[in-house]
């Protein structure tokens, strides 16, 4: 397999992780909303934080890490760390937003700035996540396993193919929270928080209902 071929295979493949809808891409969103500076980059770059060495642990330990991974207990855990995580963000979304419609003020309590930071927010809404974690070791594993082979260069330029797809993604996601929030007047933003609020706990419950019960909320 020449360079070309194997970076067209990374991104053809990184698409399916990247571009899909979940915690993280609701809460670049959500964190653009708040008018937080580069948002969506920030937590672009909180996941790669935590991305980035996982990454390397798979290329050096797959089988254990693999072991780890599927191990139910394991994935109640980090479930529900993962849950928990989510509803406060939720949580304090709603409540900020119904404060902006009570008041017609916009402003950011500042007393939840440091658990709001998205680079905070991008690490642990990817490491809690069981089935991001599931992901590298089923269908990102190819890609780890191909690039082991083929040296370690190939490895970094692996990740490079496929972590330039999220930063555009949740770049993205945080800039249209963020122009949102610019053309809504005081009413129409706390409704904006609200609302993403509410589809962070529905992405909240469907992972848990997934993780505890199999049985999914939603279609994708």
Not at 41 to 48: D, E, N, R, Y
Not at 88 to 110: E, H, L, Q
Request: charged share 10%; glycine share 8%; net charge positive.
């Amino acid at each position: 397999m020449d360079v070309v071929q194997f970076i067209m295979s990374t991104v053809i493949i990184s698409v399916s992780g990247a571009f899909s809808p979940g915690p993280l891409t609701a809460s670049a969103v959500a964190v653009g909303a708040r008018k937080i500076a580069n948002g969506g980059f920030l937590v672009a770059l909180g996941h790669m934080l935590f991305e980035l060495p996982y990454v390397l642990v798979i290329a050096l330990l797959a089988i254990p890490v693999g072991a780890f991974i599927k191990n139910i207990y394991a994935t109640y855990a980090l479930t529900s760390f993962m849950f928990c995580f989510i509803i406060f963000f939720a949580y304090s979304n709603v409540k900020d937003g119904w404060m902006i419609i009570k008041t017609c003020r916009i402003r950011m309590p500042k007393n939840r700035m440091y658990m709001l930071n998205p680079i905070l927010i991008g690490i642990l809404l990817t490491a809690l996540n069981p089935y991001f974690l599931l992901w590298w070791m089923s269908v990102g594993l190819p890609l780890v396993q191909v690039s082991v082979s083929m040296g370690f260069t190939y490895l970094l330029l692996m990740y490079m193919a496929h972590v330039w797809l999220d930063y555009l993604w949740l770049t993205i996601m945080g800039f249209a929270g963020e122009k949102s929030a610019e053309i809504l007047k005081s009413k129409g933003y706390g409704l904006l928080l609200i609302g993403l609020g509410l589809l962070l706990a529905v992405f909240a419950a469907d992972l848990s209902l997934r993780t505890f019960l199999n049985f999914s909320l939603l279609p994708f």
